[in-house]
Nanobody
């Protein structure tokens, strides 16, 4: 099992940047693919980015590709999401999640992930 805690959310102007972190517990952190999702009020949870267990593979949702970068540091049990060129439509609660399936394939659907953090609010003003 792994426990996840997001941090780094806040208020930022459009065009600005923000860095989110997902801190994980346990020595098994490197066994999990990690994904970032976001959810705005009244909307479905949206895939943002995912990273493989070793960090060798990444995948991004079309709405953020080229603006966001996911990375991980297994020695620190941390996954980060660097968000640049933020837009008002990026406003949402951002969640990190862990996929316990032992696979090299990163997944993009929320139901593919087994463990979730509580989320951190990101608000982008226009």
């Amino acid at each position: 099992q792994v426990q996840l805690v997001e941090s780094g959310g806040g208020l930022v102007q459009a065009g600005g940047s923000l860095r989110l972190s997902c801190a994980a517990s346990g020595r098994t952190f490197s066994s999990y693919n990690i994904g970032w999702f976001r959810q705005a009020p009244g909307q479905e949870r949206e895939f943002i980015a995912a990273i493989s267990r070793t960090g060798g593979s990444t995948y991004y949702g079309g709405s953020v590709k080229g603006r966001f970068t996911i990375s991980r540091d297994n020695a620190k049990n941390t996954v980060n999401l660097q968000m640049n060129t933020l837009r008002p439509e990026d406003t949402a609660v951002y969640y990190c999640a862990a996929d316990r399936t032992r696979t090299t394939i990163v997944r993009v659907t929320p139901n593919s992930y087994d463990y979730w953090g509580q989320g951190t609010q990101v608000t982008v003003s226009s």
